[in-house]
């Protein structure tokens, strides 16, 4: 098993009981862990891969995945910013994501 068939398992277990649920686009999803992954060994925590993380932990804490816009995104829109979590619409495909605008306020 690869680390980001690990991390699949772990998370789908962790947040499929809050009600988000993986991409149903598998490729996407092992895109976004493998970035996660990689955010990991480069910064020691896994920041968003689809955002730039900037290597300071408290500047990068809001894109620590799950982020902190990923609630108001699923719900709003459908799925995440990075289109790793969906909702249960998306999920069963009852429902395609719409675009989701970036949240995170610009720091430069």
């Given at each position: 098993?690869?680390?980001?068939?690990?991390?699949?398992?772990?998370?789908?277990k962790?947040?499929?009981?809050?009600?988000?649920?993986?991409?149903?686009?598998?490729?996407?999803?092992?895109?976004?862990?493998?970035?996660?992954?990689?955010?990991?060994?480069?910064?020691?925590?896994?920041?968003?891969?689809?955002?730039?993380?900037?290597?300071?932990?408290?500047?990068?804490?809001d894109?620590?995945?799950?982020?902190?816009y990923?609630?108001?995104?699923?719900?709003?829109?459908?799925?995440?910013?990075?289109l790793?979590?969906?909702?249960?619409?998306?999920?069963?495909?009852?429902?395609?994501?719409?675009?989701?605008?970036?949240?995170?306020?610009?720091r430069?």
């Open positions: 098993m690869t680390d980001a068939e690990k991390l699949y398992e772990t998370l789908k962790i947040q499929e009981p809050k009600g988000y649920f993986f991409n149903p686009d598998k490729k996407r999803v092992f895109e976004v862990l493998e970035g996660l992954i990689e955010n990991k060994a480069r910064f020691g925590y896994m920041s968003c891969p689809c955002r730039l993380a900037l290597g300071d932990r408290e500047i990068d804490s894109i620590f995945c799950p982020c902190k990923r609630a108001d995104d699923v719900a709003e829109f459908g799925s995440c910013y990075c790793l979590y969906v909702s249960p619409e998306v999920a069963e495909g009852k429902k395609a994501p719409d675009f989701v605008p970036e949240r995170r306020v610009p430069f």
